[in-house]
């Protein structure tokens, strides 16, 4: 016994020790975040900025970094320690319409004299996104300023964007590299055996594919086939953007292996010349040659680069004060969860807040519900829409502008708006429902431990460690098949549609909003711009501003905010880049499915979640 206690007092104090130790790094971290926040303050006070009329005439910049998100995450320390110490990197995230904001700026920017694409550090995106922010190339096109894409490599969201160039520079040893689309998963079902888990499934809809890689060792005939249908369909509008863009052949863009081979062969393996004969590049340039080119076109810096300006730093000076008619734009970007939001998820709770604070507000005249979800949360969904019924009978119109993706319960919040806007490439529609719930009885009885007792109906005990019993399974099922009809009469109301046509696109079958809206599930074709107009059109509004809706911070909070974010930079708090890019790809797909499993959250056990919606990051 004394040696016992002997052991538990050494654990208690190497405990004592490590929270000690954590104590005084985060005091640590926080003052050198205060000296940091006091230099900032001092330096720019007293530095001398010029003013818009010393500047010489320079081009824009668009080095856009990691995701582009339609809402920003707010990351609080637990989170960013958190995604550290598995490896993954605190990410810089851009806000899709600061970056079209900003383009639409410059174009009327008599200082702005052009505009140069440097994308190497843009991840991926959604097709959706891209050619929002192609619009607004286009238009600074039309305003007659040139445009020249910089990179040494291309992936195909870069790429995508760098068509878009008048010309398009790359390094002699770069690439082009347009895998195309598609969606893969991991299949857990002979693993969960082996760890004698137990998945218990419910679910409704032939195409609900979510709980396949619980159930399944492979995709499913029924979702391979529905797949393939809106990734082609996905992948064709890309490759004929480009296309038209170049001025080159489908063929060139997207050609078959055969193909592909004996063009490689004819450029003797230079995947950089290769997609200069392919039309893809107009020039094979260093590094060096390609800032003198620049400096030529838009002047020097008279420092061996060009005068410009990062899209990060560019002030247009066009701040206006807000007009007496306002529409609110109210985001909701992630899963969805019951309660509120956290990092990178819709919050029930939290949104539902945000449209009440619009419908309460006598300036709003209409709201604008902006979604990019696949979904989650029957319930937390449910909330959110009784909000958008609530300002539609306070007579405050609400459109949909449906982003990259709008599906499952992304979809439910979107079917009561007065009119809902998609683009062909979005995502929706996977109207179904499931359930999950996995029990450990077998894996704990393997090592001999047990779950036994008396409780005072069926439901007492049910849990994770208990077997569960096939009448409560009966019941669940039944709970998910009623879900599944509430959801499809609710569809069917609302799109004035009969059950029965609406069962026929539903069964959890994903759609593109072309093909969505051919079946009655979205009304027009349409971006954010026109989902504004149609707004202020339902509305009867002519001069109105934008009014944002976000959970504001408090003062203490934005202050922490803050510091976090400038001692991040100051002592660089990322992991990730010590470790070996196979771990860092491991560790980001391990942190997902986690993060799939934090937001099951339903009081319910009911979810609407799109199962396939990361085409572009396969």
């Known amino acids: 016994m004394k040696m016992l206690f002997k052991f538990l007092g050494t654990i208690l104090k190497w405990c004592w020790k490590i929270l000690g130790f954590a104590r005084q790094l985060i005091l640590n971290v926080l003052f050198i975040g205060l000296l940091v926040a006091i230099y900032f303050a001092f330096t720019i006070e ?6 818009p009329t010393d ?4 081009a824009l910049l668009v080095d856009i970094s990691g995701p582009i998100v339609e809402k920003q995450r707010r990351l609080d320390p637990y989170d960013i320690a958190t995604q550290n110490l598995i490896g993954r990197s605190v990410e810089v995230e851009t806000v899709l319409f600061d970056v079209v904001d900003q383009i639409r700026a410059a174009a009327k920017d008599d200082k702005i004299n052009g505009m140069v694409l440097s994308l190497s550090d843009m991840s991926e995106t959604s097709l959706t996104k891209l050619r929002y922010i192609a619009k607004a190339i286009n238009e600074f096109k039309a305003a007659g300023k040139s445009v020249v894409a910089i990179g040494g490599h291309y992936n195909q969201s870069q790429y995508y964007l760098a068509s878009y160039a008048d010309e398009i520079m790359m390094s002699p040893d770069g690439a082009v590299l347009l895998r195309g689309y598609g969606t893969y998963n991991l299949y857990f079902k002979d693993l969960l055996k082996n760890l004698d888990i137990t998945t218990h499934v419910f679910r409704v809809g032939t195409y609900k594919s979510f709980v396949e890689p619980y159930t399944r060792t492979d995709m499913s005939e029924q979702a391979r086939e529905a797949n393939a249908v809106w990734l082609n369909q996905l992948w064709g509008a890309f490759v004929d953007d480009i296309a038209m863009n170049r001025g080159v052949t489908v063929e060139s863009i997207s050609p078959d292996s055969a193909t592909l081979l004996s063009a490689i062969k004819a450029a003797n393996g230079d995947f950089a010349k290769l997609s200069q004969n392919l039309g893809l590049v107009d020039a094979l340039m260093t590094r060096q040659q390609i800032r003198t080119k620049l400096a030529e076109t838009f002047g020097s810096d008279g420092d061996d680069s060009f005068n410009y300006v990062s899209i990060y730093d560019y002030n247009a000076n066009d701040f206006m004060l807000p007009k007496a008619d306002q529409i609110a734009v109210v985001v909701a970007s992630g899963a969805i969860i019951d309660g509120y939001e956290r990092e990178g998820t819709v919050g029930g709770d939290t949104t539902a807040a945000l449209l009440r604070e619009a419908r309460l507000d006598d300036a709003v005249k209409a709201v604008v519900l902006r979604v990019d979800s696949p979904g989650g949360s029957a319930f937390a969904s449910e909330v959110i829409r009784n909000e958008v019924e609530a300002l539609k009978e306070a007579d405050k119109p609400v459109v949909v502008s449906m982003s990259s993706v709008a599906a499952s319960g992304g979809y439910w919040i979107s079917t009561s708006a007065n009119r809902i806007l998609a683009q062909p490439t979005t995502i929706t529609g996977s109207i179904g429902i499931f359930g999950i719930l996995t029990t450990f009885e077998d894996a704990l009885a393997k090592y001999g431990v047990y779950n036994d007792g008396i409780g005072t109906t069926p439901l007492a005990g049910v849990g994770v460690t208990r077997a569960l019993p096939e009448e409560v399974s009966e019941i669940m099922q039944l709970g998910i098949e009623n879900g599944y009809q509430r959801f499809i009469q609710l569809v069917a109301s609302q799109r004035n549609l009969s059950i029965e046509d609406v069962d026929q696109v539903a069964q959890g079958r994903v759609w593109t909003g072309y093909d969505a809206m051919k079946r009655g599930l979205v009304d027009q074709m349409g971006d954010f711009d026109d989902a504004i107009s149609v707004a202020a059109e339902l509305a009867g509004i002519t001069d109105y501003s934008l009014d944002w809706m976000e959970e504001p911070l408090t003062p203490a909070q934005q202050f922490i905010y803050d510091m976090i974010n400038q ?25 997902s499915e986690i993060n799939n499993l934090t937001n099951f959250n339903d009081p319910n056990g009911r979810y609407a979640l799109c199962p396939s919606c990361r085409y572009f990051e396969n």
């Open 55 to 58: 500047q010489p005439a320079r």
């Open 567 to 591: 001692t991040m930079v100051f002592v660089g708090l990322d992991t990730a880049s010590v470790l070996p890019p196979a771990f860092e790809q491991f560790a980001n797909a391990a942190a």
């Open 46 to 51: 007293d530095a001398e900025l010029p003013t």
